[in-house]
């Protein structure tokens, strides 16, 4: 941690002074294995300092892939359920929308030409998904088919595994190595150096 904490306080600096600790390498280093190595030491960082699954900011680690639970348990309280029972069941059909998603032989997309490019989208006359949108919903719906585009985009070949990366949640997309590096410092080392010199 001390050795991490060093590090960022470099970068930080870096980044004060205008230059970006990305730019700087990628001058020197031309790309190195270091370099490309950063993003995935950074989401560490973040798993390290908080939970994966809690998002202290607007950025944070994102787990591509990954299905939410929240509206499966939003709709099994809509249709009654209460407390552990809703609990449950949301679990036992989240569980079973993750086994589909990781499943590649259910190939839920269709290839559409958008813009002179071939684009794999949702199949909305896929008979799982069309099962599920009118079982349990629109919200249930979009977090399936969210979970599977990730999951298709970031890891096409076997969708098996999630995929994390550091993510800018106010904006909804991929944080920028500058992003991470300055949330970390302002949010974690900041007030630990003023503590220690206190």
């Known amino acids: 941690m001390k050795t991490m904490r060093k590090q960022m306080i470099r970068c930080r600096k870096e980044l004060k002074d205008g230059e970006t600790s990305t730019e700087a390498q990628d001058e020197e280093a031309g790309g190195s294995a270091e370099l490309q190595e950063a993003p995935n ?3 560490d960082v973040f798993e390290t300092l908080l939970s994966t699954d809690v998002v202290m900011g607007d950025i944070g680690v994102k787990r591509l892939g990954q299905l939410n639970f ?3 348990h939003k709709e099994m309280e809509r249709v009654g359920r209460r407390g552990a029972d809703a609990l449950f069941r ?3 059909l989240c569980t079973l929308w993750e086994n589909y998603i990781m499943n590649t032989s259910w190939h839920p997309f ?5 813009d002179e490019k071939l684009t794999e989208v949702i199949d909305n006359d896929d008979e799982n998904l069309k099962v599920l949108l009118h079982d349990m919903g629109e ?3 979009h977090a399936v088919t969210m979970a599977l585009m990730e999951a298709n985009e970031y890891n096409p070949k076997g969708r ?3 995929v994390l990366e550091l993510w800018n949640f106010k904006e909804d997309r991929k944080a920028s190595l500058k992003e991470g590096i300055t949330f970390v410092a302002e949010h974690y080392l900041e ?3 003023i503590r220690e010199q206190n």
Do not use: H, M, Q
Not at 110 to 114: G, I, L, M, P, T
């Open 110 to 114: 269709k290839v559409v030409k958008a």
């Open 41 to 43: 030491k950074l989401v």
């Open 160 to 162: 098996r595994n999630v």
């Open 90 to 92: 949301a679990s036992r």
């Open 139 to 141: 919200e249930v719906y």
């Open 191 to 193: 007030p630990y150096i």
């Open 70 to 72: 929240t509206p499966f």
